[in-house]
C-alpha cells in the first residue's frame, strides 16, 4: 500500500525482471524471424522449443507437472510482451490454447492424463488442440448436431 491507502499496482522486482528478460527475448529471438513466420504461416519449432524452455509455453500448469507455478499477473506480461512482439507467438502458442486448455486439464484431469499430456505440452513437444467443426456448420458450436 501507498500512502493514502491506495493500491499499489506496480509490478514486483521479480516480475520487472521477468519482463526485462522476456522483452529481450522477444528482440533477439522472435522479431529477427517476423518475416518467417508470417511465410511459412508457422511458429519454427526451434523458437517455440525456446519458448518453452523459457516457461512460455502452459504458464498455467502447476510445477507437479513441469509448470512455472506463476501467478495470474506475471502471465498477462507474458502474452502481453509476446503479443507486442508478434500476435501469432502469443495467441496460439501461448495464451488461448495453450494456457486456458493446460490449466483445465490441470485442474479438472484424471493423474494418469495429467501425468502423460502435461508435461510433454509444458516441453513444447506436444499441443493442445480444439477439434470443433461439423459439415454444413463449421466451428458454430451452438449449432452442432453431434
Same mark, same amino acid.
Not at 19 to 48: A, M
Given at each position: 500500500?501507498?500512502?493514502?491507502?491506495?493500491?499499489?499496482?506496480?509490478?514486483?522486482?521479480?516480475?520487472?525482471?521477468?519482463?526485462?528478460?522476456?522483452?529481450?527475448?522477444?528482440?533477439?529471438?522472435?522479431?529477427?524471424?517476423?518475416?518467417?513466420?508470417?511465410?511459412?504461416?508457422?511458429?519454427?519449432?526451434?523458437?517455440?522449443?525456446?519458448? *518453452?524452455?523459457?516457461? =512460455?509455453?502452459?504458464?498455467?500448469?502447476? +510445477? #507437479?507437472?513441469? /509448470?512455472?507455478? @506463476?501467478?495470474? &499477473?506475471?502471465?498477462?506480461?507474458?502474452?502481453?510482451?509476446?503479443?507486442?512482439?508478434?500476435?501469432?507467438?502469443?495467441?496460439?502458442?501461448?495464451?488461448?490454447?495453450?494456457? *486456458?486448455?493446460?490449466? =483445465?486439464?490441470?485442474?479438472?484431469?484424471? +493423474? #494418469?492424463?495429467? /501425468?502423460?499430456? @502435461?508435461?510433454? &505440452?509444458?516441453?513444447?513437444?506436444?499441443?493442445?488442440?480444439?477439434?470443433?467443426?461439423?459439415?454444413?456448420?463449421?466451428?458454430?458450436?451452438?449449432?452442432?448436431?453431434?
Amino acid at each position: 500500500m501507498k500512502e493514502g491507502n491506495l493500491l499499489d499496482f506496480s509490478f514486483t522486482e521479480e516480475q520487472e525482471l521477468f519482463r526485462t528478460n522476456l522483452r529481450r527475448f522477444c528482440r533477439d529471438r522472435i522479431v529477427p524471424r517476423l518475416d518467417e513466420i508470417e511465410e511459412k504461416r508457422e511458429i519454427p519449432d526451434d523458437l517455440i522449443k525456446a519458448m *518453452a524452455d523459457m516457461g =512460455l509455453i502452459a504458464m498455467s500448469i502447476s +510445477e #507437479e507437472y513441469g /509448470g512455472t507455478g @506463476l501467478d495470474a &499477473v506475471t502471465a498477462g506480461i507474458a502474452a502481453e510482451e509476446l503479443a507486442f512482439a508478434d500476435t501469432s507467438c502469443a495467441i496460439p502458442a501461448f495464451f488461448l490454447i495453450q494456457n *486456458a486448455w493446460g490449466y =483445465l486439464l490441470d485442474k479438472y484431469g484424471t +493423474e #494418469e492424463l495429467k /501425468g502423460e499430456v @502435461l508435461p510433454r &505440452v509444458r516441453r513444447g513437444e506436444s499441443f493442445f488442440a480444439v477439434a470443433t467443426s461439423e459439415p454444413d456448420i463449421g466451428s458454430d458450436l451452438a449449432s452442432m448436431k453431434t
